[in-house]
């Protein structure tokens, strides 16, 4: 892959976890902002320990950065990267139109009710200083999607482009926005850029929490970027858990 981008790339044939291998990096002192691409990755995660399936000819890549924000602002990373990605993925499409494209929360980017990209952040505080150590692992579907989940490709979508394409978009777009949240300072302008991309308030949803599952409708997210969800009647604030669409409109816009 040629460096297209202004940071630092280790880019890998195979490896287990582009995020395990950019948490390494970033804890034995390697100059950080860093990233981390595979054409393959053997061992790839998703939120909760559940696996990432990396297909050749995908995009596979985790950045690795230390920011000076608290610990507690840790979860606003995935939406950050959420709006990210999710610009990063128009610019790629240019003129083109994606009818569909969102975001779900916390870490999903879909094409109306199919998977195109997803998101897993994994934090450590920093030693010898304030601040944290976040590594933001980002899986792209360019040219190929499992064919046994619900999920969704860019080449099928119409978009062709390739992972040196796709990596120097997304370098582009979360420096930008990493720089608006400003190390937790400017969170309200990615709460609002997020809520700019996610589906609508009173969309039924089912979560699925630390206490069992749950009904409800979405109705946004709190300051922090918890999830507000309306279930049986009480507006409830939600910080984990996993969301899913009981309609999700098709990629034509419709239900």
């Not at 969102?102 to 997803?118: F, V």
């Amino acid at each position: 892959m040629s460096n297209r981008c202004p940071h630092r790339i280790v880019a890998l044939s195979e490896t287990a976890s582009t995020n395990a291998d950019a948490m390494r990096l970033a804890l034995v002192g390697e100059e950080l902002p860093l990233w981390v691409t595979a054409r393959r990755q053997t061992s790839g995660r998703g939120r909760a320990g559940r696996t990432w399936v990396s297909l050749e000819s995908n995009l596979h890549a985790s950045y690795g950065m230390r920011t000076d924000a608290p610990i507690a602002t840790a979860g606003q990373l995935a939406l950050v990267a959420g709006v990210a990605l999710s610009e990063a993925v128009q610019t790629i499409a240019a003129a083109q139109s994606l009818t569909g494209l969102r975001l779900k929360w916390p870490n999903d980017l879909l094409i109306g009710g199919a998977k195109l990209g997803g998101i897993l952040v994994e934090t450590t505080p920093a030693k010898q200083s304030s601040g944290f150590i976040a590594v933001i692992g980002f899986g792209l579907n360019i040219a190929a999607c499992p064919p046994d989940l619900e999920a969704a490709c860019l080449t099928q979508l119409g978009v062709n482009t390739d992972v040196a394409n796709a990596l120097e978009a997304l370098d582009d777009t979360l420096e930008r926005w990493l720089n608006i949240w400003n190390a937790g300072a400017g969170f309200s302008r990615i709460r609002e850029a997020w809520l700019a991309r996610c589906g609508p308030l009173g969309e039924s949803i089912g979560v699925q929490g630390q206490h069992g599952p749950l009904k409800g409708t979405f109705e946004g997210l709190d300051a922090q970027g918890a999830l507000l969800a309306g279930i049986d009647g009480r507006l409830q604030t939600i910080t984990y858990g996993d969301v899913r669409l009981i309609a999700p409109m098709r990629t034509d816009g419709s239900l």
